[in-house]
């Protein structure tokens, strides 16, 4: 969204830079990002502690906490999906009632509302 904007749809695009939108990011992709980071599979600018937050300033996003309903929901859903912060991802979604950008074509079989990132 913010380093590679280019990536997203016009529409993705577009329902980001509403103000009228919300945007949130869960816990657990920053956790993500964070693992990712350690073992050298994703390359950043700065450190996640760094980089998450300032991204999130800029943008105006707001953190989702991963709860303790979020975390048992997942035990729920079909496995449709088996990367676990996915399946959070899917739960946090249908519990709030959140759209989820993604370009993972997984995310669909799920009772959720997609916006398609590409």
């Known amino acids: 969204m913010v380093s590679e904007p280019e990536r997203l749809s016009k529409r993705a695009r577009r329902l980001i830079l509403d103000t009228r939108n919300e945007r949130v990011l869960s816990t657990a992709s920053a956790w993500e990002i964070a693992i990712?980071?350690?073992i050298r599979k994703?390359?950043?600018?700065?450190?996640?502690?760094?980089?998450?937050?300032t991204r999130m300033a800029l943008t105006q996003t707001t953190p989702l906490a991963v709860e303790l309903h979020h975390a048992v929901?997942?035990?729920?859903l079909p496995f449709h999906h088996r990367d676990p912060f996915d399946r959070l991802l899917i739960a946090q979604a249908q519990?709030?009632?959140?759209p989820i950008l993604?370009?993972?074509?997984?995310?669909?079989?799920y009772?959720?509302?997609i916006i398609p990132a590409d």
């Not at 390359?43 to 980089?51: D, I, M, N, R």
């Not at 519990?95 to 959140?98: P, S, W």
């Open 73 to 76: 929901a997942t035990a729920r």
């Open 42 to 53: 994703l390359e950043l600018p700065e450190p996640p502690s760094e980089f998450v937050r």
């Open 95 to 98: 519990l709030e009632k959140l």
């Open 102 to 109: 993604t370009s993972d074509r997984h995310f669909k079989l």
């Open 36 to 38: 990712k980071y350690s």
């Open 111 to 113: 009772d959720i509302e």
